[in-house]
């Protein structure tokens, strides 16, 4: 019984590295998406998939690549990390329009230095 | 675009009493949904309750109740009986007819006193 899982837990990046944070789902649900939390905010989209091959830009995409291959799976590429994308990281999914909530993984914390 | 807004920022409460979490939001759209979610220390972000906006009447799950008045855009909820476990971050989300996306408030932090 998966549901979302993230991978990794933790990263530490040096400034101007690369790096994929891993999201995979095992129920079978059409909607994904990347969430980033900030001390004192509320989480903020970043990108988000409503099935294989669709994706498209949150209110923060900047920074920040998507590809949604699989309906399991779906990436979140950084591709020169900066110190301002130090934040937590959530992806989740649900299974399309209609009252089901979002379902979310366990979060990655992620530190640029 | 829709923004949704919690004004308590921080919030305490004694063992065994009542409180209640404020939330306001602003879309255009007719259809849609609401979302309570508790975010204790270990990060997870587990769900409350959940509000139709096509329902007039308000959502309950045991301890949880929200009071949801469309006009006015806002959805309270109200913990009853707290427990020391109802120690959490407490975000509103609204989540439109699409289902594709949600919007976040800031969230509101909750202690709950022995």
């Known amino acids: 019984n998966a549901g979302v899982t993230q991978t990794p837990k933790f990263q530490v990046l040096k400034t101007g590295q690369s790096m994929t944070l891993q999201c995979a789902q095992d129920m079978n649900h059409e909607y994904m998406s990347w969430y980033r939390q900030d001390p004192g905010m509320g989480l903020r989209l970043i990108h988000y998939?409503?099935?294989?091959?669709?994706?498209d830009q949150g209110e923060v995409p900047n920074g920040y690549n998507v590809s949604r291959s699989t309906t399991e799976d779906f990436p979140l590429r950084l591709l020169s990390a900066a110190p301002s994308q130090t934040s937590v990281y959530f992806c989740?999914?649900?299974?399309?329009?209609?009252?089901?909530?979002?379902?979310f993984g366990q979060g990655t914390r992620l530190t640029v230095v | 675009a829709q923004t949704v807004t919690q004004s308590q920022p921080e919030m305490s409460v004694q063992e065994a009493e009542t409180v209640t979490l404020s939330c306001t939001y602003d879309?255009?759209?007719?259809?849609?949904?609401l979302f309570w979610y508790k975010q204790p220390p270990s990060r997870q972000m587990i769900l409350v309750i959940r509000?139709?906006?096509?329902?007039?009447q308000n959502a309950t799950e045991n301890r949880f109740s929200v009071n949801f008045q469309k006009a006015a855009k806002s959805f309270s909820l109200k913990i009853s009986d707290s427990q020391l476990g109802d120690t959490a971050m407490y975000f509103c989300a609204f989540r439109n007819n699409a289902g594709n996306m949600l919007t976040f408030g800031g969230g509101t932090r909750l202690m709950v006193k022995p």
């Open positions: 989740a999914s649900n299974p399309g329009q209609g009252r089901t909530e979002a379902f």
């Open positions: 998939s409503v099935g294989a091959g669709i994706t």
């Open positions: 509000q139709e906006a096509y329902k007039q």
């Open positions: 879309t255009s759209e007719n259809n849609y949904y």
